[in-house]
């Protein structure tokens, strides 16, 4: 469904991402665990076609991103991470607009908002504008932005940061059944526990370098993923130096 | 603690010139005009020296109640200065009874204070008359500094706890450009006002009246005084006194109470409603036209661009009458100026988006639909702008047959100067304030060439249309030959057809092919 190789992405002097090659199978829910800037965002932004890399390519079923971008952002869903949305208009107008931009007409757009306002529990917030939501609810408006055109592959930037647990667990089902149905998901975290529970394979990036990956088992061997994953990225835990705040001023 | 307040605010004070040279020119020429407009009334005050007492009395109390609304009324309709605000130290732990006075003492710093400072001197020198009204007018002074400094911090505040709602601050700027507007027809009335003979007689009445209210009577007890009404005058300061009190436990109370107090919360609307998306069709185009209309709406630093298409002809029209030129010839001149500066608030139009600008790219949103749909607003005020105010310029200026000649340069300037915003946008973005930061806050990263942008965008949208204008001047010169206004009319608007279609296109595909990097500059702001 997703193929990267050889993606490269340079900021001045850092390697942000230093090669990197994946390959997503269909109807799998794959996914990139990382620490802090490891280059996640900026390897799925370059995956997206919103980040121009400075080499290798990426093709959605065999549509390259960037030489066909028409075919292959047709069939991706993104939920970018860290961007602004047109946050002056309605949920209910985001929706619309998010909808009316891959080109839906205004029945469809209309039926899929409620749908989607339901699934993630929106309803009440439809009217109200985004830039007036909580972050968790931001979130959800993105992400049902993200599906309403019924991609093939949906790219999920930090899908779970800031949602409360029950829509997160809300969140999981549809992914669940959407895969289920035949489609593909991308999605990034630094929450080692959730990926092992959603996903089916994963990643393990550290700075700019996926050091490894495969299905779950594969990758956490006899441990858990945490584990694996803190000894891959090399763990380094200093609580010292920091009496002073022990002392606690009144 | 009153020390590091009256630093802050100084230092507040001087980050006000960090920002891009037109800015600073803009806040220049503010500066100039207040230090103008105050120097004349410090001027006028101390004139009123040797005036009989009755009269100066009338001047000073009207003058004054005026500016001390001013103080009251101007931080409730434009909410300005945030930088103090209560709100921003309740997670500092400080007593409000040492907060309250901090607060206060640093409105004193400032160039408003200052102002009012040496507007109060100047009434000081208004009553140097005998030693009594020194002393008199010395306290009036003080009372008049505290009233203003401290009424302009209530009402601040009261702005800011009051108007926090986006819809509450929509209808104050809406109520603020209505009465922007129809400063105009006011301004005529006074004018038209027999000021030799009724003149005098209406000053007076309102300053017995203004020399009662809480805006007045500090101004009023020294004027009372001169006039021989000792104990009037007494009983004006007591209560301009008592009034100074009771805004000083307003104040204090309205600190304790803000740093407490919940933010208000937006009641939602009908989320069936779609607004604009649902009148315009349902296409990339029609909804990024109806984003855009929402946005001029909604998003305040819209309508600051906005503000500038009345004001700027306006100012042009007054620096041309007052070199002398006639009317019928100022009456051309605001249509055409309004299309130019209406064109021209779109040339930063992507920067606004800020990083939202991803939508477009992850959708593949082609460069023409992103490009046309951003101008539809600008159109939708433009068109109906060219032809109901044409006829009435036209009208104005007394010449009918010079209709043609103006419909053609407005035309022109309007559709030729949003072709050329639609390619600069795309082209040259240069960093804008953020989406929901203040519209006068500076950038995050002034860029250099901003400045040159702007101008280029400007002037370029009149070369575009030196055709147009140059066939009406042609028609005005010889008004004998018909030919011209006709000729001036269709070069106008064809050739401003033609160029906003070449902008929007070749706007459009800078956009296919540049999108990733101007989603990429958005991120850096």
């Given at each position: 469904m997703?193929?990267?190789?050889?993606?490269v992405?340079?900021f001045?002097?850092t390697l942000?991402?230093?090669r990197?090659?994946?390959s997503?199978?269909?109807?799998?829910i794959?996914?990139?665990?990382?620490p802090?800037?490891a280059?996640?965002?900026?390897?799925l932004s370059?995956v997206t076609?919103?980040l121009?890399?400075?080499?290798g390519?990426?093709?959605?079923?065999g549509?390259?991103?960037?030489s066909?971008p028409?075919?292959?952002?047709?069939?991706?869903?993104?939920?970018?991470?860290r961007l602004?949305?047109?946050d002056?208009?309605?949920?209910?107008q985001?929706?619309y607009?998010?909808?009316?931009?891959r080109g839906?007409?205004?029945?469809t757009?209309?039926?899929?908002?409620?749908?989607?306002?339901?699934?993630?529990?929106?309803?009440?917030a439809l009217?109200?504008?985004v830039?007036?939501?909580?972050?968790?609810?931001?979130k959800?408006?993105?992400?049902?932005?993200?599906?309403?055109?019924?991609?093939?592959?949906?790219?999920?930037?930090?899908?779970?940061?800031s949602?409360?647990p029950?829509?997160?667990?809300?969140?999981t089902a549809?992914?669940?059944?959407?895969?289920?149905?035949?489609?593909?998901?991308?999605?990034?975290?630094?929450?080692?526990?959730?990926?092992e529970?959603i996903c089916?394979?994963?990643?393990?990036?550290v700075?700019g370098?996926v050091?490894?990956?495969?299905?779950?088992t594969?990758?956490r061997?006899?441990?858990s993923?945490?584990e694996?994953f803190?000894?891959?990225a090399?763990?380094r835990?200093t609580a010292?130096?920091?009496?002073?705040?022990?002392?606690?001023?009144? | 603690?009153?020390?590091?307040f009256?630093g802050l605010?100084?230092?507040l004070?001087?980050?006000?010139?960090?920002r891009?040279?037109m800015q600073n020119?803009?806040?220049?020429?503010g500066l100039i005009?207040?230090?103008?407009?105050?120097?004349?009334?410090?001027?006028g005050?101390a004139s009123?020296?040797r005036?009989?007492?009755?009269l100066?009395?009338s001047?000073?109390?009207?003058v004054?109640?005026v500016?001390?609304?001013g103080?009251?009324v101007?931080?409730l309709?434009?909410g300005?200065?945030h930088?103090l605000?209560?709100?921003s130290f309740?997670?500092f732990g400080?007593?409000t009874?040492?907060l309250?006075?901090?607060?206060a003492?640093a409105?004193?710093?400032?160039?408003p204070?200052l102002?009012?400072?040496?507007?109060?001197?100047?009434?000081?020198?208004t009553?140097a008359r005998d030693?009594?009204s020194?002393?008199l007018?010395?306290?009036?002074?003080?009372?008049?500094?505290?009233t203003?400094?401290?009424g302009a911090?209530?009402?601040?505040?009261?702005a800011?706890?009051?108007l926090?709602?986006r819809r509450?601050?929509?209808i104050t700027?809406?109520i603020v450009?209505i009465?922007l507007?129809s400063?105009?027809p006011?301004?005529a009335v006074?004018a038209?006002?027999?000021?030799?003979r009724g003149?005098l007689?209406?000053?007076?009445?309102?300053?017995?009246?203004?020399?009662?209210?809480?805006?007045?009577?500090?101004?009023s007890?020294?004027?009372e005084l001169?006039?021989g009404n000792?104990?009037?005058a007494?009983?004006?300061m007591?209560?301009?006194?008592?009034?100074v009190?009771?805004?000083?436990?307003?104040?204090?109370?309205?600190?304790?109470?803000?740093?407490?107090?919940p933010?208000?919360?937006?009641r939602g609307?009908?989320p069936?409603?779609?607004?604009?998306?649902?009148?315009?069709p349902?296409?990339?185009?029609?909804?990024?036209a109806?984003?855009s209309?929402t946005y001029?709406?909604?998003d305040a630093r819209?309508?600051?661009a906005l503000?500038?298409?009345?004001?700027a002809?306006?100012?042009?029209?007054?620096a041309?009458?007052?070199?002398g030129?006639?009317?019928?010839?100022?009456?051309?001149?605001?249509v055409p100026?309004m299309?130019?500066?209406?064109?021209?608030?779109a040339?930063?139009?992507?920067?606004?988006?800020?990083?939202?600008?991803?939508?477009?790219?992850?959708?593949?949103?082609?460069?023409?639909?992103?490009?046309?749909g951003?101008?539809?607003?600008?159109l939708?005020?433009?068109?109906?702008?060219?032809?109901?105010g044409?006829p009435i310029?036209a009208g104005?200026?007394?010449d009918?047959?010079?209709?043609?000649?103006?419909?053609?340069v407005?035309?022109?300037?309007?559709?030729?100067?949003?072709g050329?915003?639609?390619v600069?946008?795309?082209?040259?973005p240069?960093p804008?304030v953020?989406p929901?930061d203040?519209p006068f806050?500076?950038?995050?990263?002034?860029?250099t060439?901003?400045g040159?942008?702007?101008?280029?965008a400007?002037?370029?949208?009149i070369v575009l249309?030196l055709p147009?204008?140059?066939?009406?001047?042609?028609?005005l010169?010889?008004?004998?030959?018909?030919?011209?206004?006709l000729a001036?009319?269709?070069?106008g608007?064809?050739?401003?057809?033609?160029?906003?279609?070449?902008?929007v296109?070749w706007?459009g595909r800078i956009?296919?092919?540049?999108?990733p990097?101007?989603l990429a500059?958005t991120?850096?702001q």
């Amino acid at each position: 469904m997703l193929v990267g190789s050889g993606l490269v992405k340079k900021f001045g002097d850092t390697l942000a991402v230093d090669r990197i090659s994946v390959s997503v199978p269909a109807g799998s829910i794959f996914g990139f665990v990382g620490p802090n800037g490891a280059g996640k965002t900026t390897l799925l932004s370059m995956v997206t076609g919103l980040l121009r890399p400075d080499g290798g390519s990426v093709s959605v079923r065999g549509a390259d991103v960037w030489s066909d971008p028409a075919v292959a952002k047709r069939n991706m869903g993104v939920l970018p991470d860290r961007l602004r949305l047109f946050d002056r208009l309605t949920g209910s107008q985001l929706l619309y607009y998010a909808g009316t931009l891959r080109g839906l007409d205004a029945r469809t757009v209309k039926q899929r908002s409620t749908d989607l306002a339901a699934a993630f529990g929106l309803e009440d917030a439809l009217g109200r504008l985004v830039s007036d939501y909580s972050e968790g609810m931001t979130k959800k408006i993105a992400l049902a932005c993200a599906m309403i055109h019924s991609p093939r592959l949906l790219v999920l930037d930090e899908p779970f940061e800031s949602v409360d647990p029950v829509s997160a667990a809300n969140i999981t089902a549809i992914l669940h059944k959407y895969v289920a149905a035949g489609g593909t998901v991308v999605l990034s975290s630094h929450s080692m526990d959730l990926i092992e529970r959603i996903c089916d394979r994963v990643a393990i990036v550290v700075n700019g370098r996926v050091l490894a990956s495969g299905t779950v088992t594969e990758v956490r061997g006899t441990g858990s993923l945490e584990e694996r994953f803190l000894a891959l990225a090399g763990s380094r835990i200093t609580a010292e130096g920091m009496e002073w705040l022990h002392s606690f001023s009144d | 603690m009153v020390t590091q307040f009256l630093g802050l605010k100084l230092r507040l004070l001087a980050n006000t010139f960090r920002r891009s040279p037109m800015q600073n020119l803009g806040i220049v020429i503010g500066l100039i005009y207040a230090l103008g407009a105050t120097g004349v009334t410090v001027a006028g005050l101390a004139s009123l020296r040797r005036v009989d007492p009755l009269l100066a009395g009338s001047i000073t109390v009207t003058v004054g109640s005026v500016i001390v609304l001013g103080f009251l009324v101007v931080p409730l309709a434009f909410g300005v200065d945030h930088t103090l605000d209560p709100r921003s130290f309740a997670l500092f732990g400080l007593p409000t009874n040492r907060l309250a006075p901090a607060l206060a003492l640093a409105g004193l710093v400032g160039l408003p204070a200052l102002f009012i400072t040496a507007i109060a001197i100047a009434q000081v020198v208004t009553w140097a008359r005998d030693p009594l009204s020194v002393v008199l007018a010395s306290i009036s002074a003080i009372v008049i500094i505290a009233t203003s400094v401290l009424g302009a911090r209530i009402s601040s505040s009261l702005a800011s706890l009051l108007l926090a709602t986006r819809r509450a601050r929509e209808i104050t700027n809406l109520i603020v450009l209505i009465a922007l507007v129809s400063l105009a027809p006011i301004v005529a009335v006074l004018a038209s006002v027999d000021w030799d003979r009724g003149g005098l007689r209406a000053l007076r009445s309102v300053a017995d009246v203004a020399g009662w209210t809480p805006l007045g009577v500090a101004w009023s007890a020294p004027a009372e005084l001169a006039s021989g009404n000792g104990g009037v005058a007494v009983l004006k300061m007591l209560i301009a006194l008592a009034l100074v009190g009771l805004l000083w436990l307003a104040w204090r109370a309205l600190v304790g109470w803000l740093l407490v107090a919940p933010q208000r919360r937006e009641r939602g609307a009908n989320p069936v409603r779609l607004g604009w998306f649902g009148r315009l069709p349902s296409s990339p185009v029609g909804a990024i036209a109806a984003r855009s209309i929402t946005y001029w709406i909604r998003d305040a630093r819209y309508h600051t661009a906005l503000l500038a298409v009345p004001v700027a002809p306006l100012l042009f029209v007054i620096a041309l009458a007052v070199a002398g030129v006639p009317g019928s010839v100022l009456a051309l001149v605001p249509v055409p100026v309004m299309c130019l500066f209406l064109a021209w608030s779109a040339h930063n139009d992507v920067a606004y988006d800020n990083s939202a600008l991803w939508l477009h790219v992850a959708s593949n949103t082609p460069g023409w639909a992103d490009r046309f749909g951003r101008l539809v607003p600008a159109l939708l005020i433009g068109i109906p702008l060219v032809l109901i105010g044409s006829p009435i310029s036209a009208g104005v200026s007394g010449d009918i047959s010079v209709l043609p000649s103006l419909i053609g340069v407005s035309s022109s300037l309007l559709f030729a100067g949003l072709g050329l915003s639609s390619v600069i946008s795309a082209a040259f973005p240069y960093p804008s304030v953020r989406p929901g930061d203040s519209p006068f806050a500076q950038p995050q990263a002034s860029g250099t060439g901003a400045g040159l942008i702007q101008s280029v965008a400007f002037f370029a949208a009149i070369v575009l249309s030196l055709p147009a204008l140059l066939l009406a001047a042609l028609g005005l010169l010889n008004p004998d030959v018909r030919g011209w206004p006709l000729a001036a009319l269709l070069v106008g608007v064809g050739l401003g057809l033609v160029l906003f279609t070449l902008g929007v296109v070749w706007g459009g595909r800078i956009f296919t092919r540049r999108a990733p990097e101007l989603l990429a500059f958005t991120l850096r702001q």
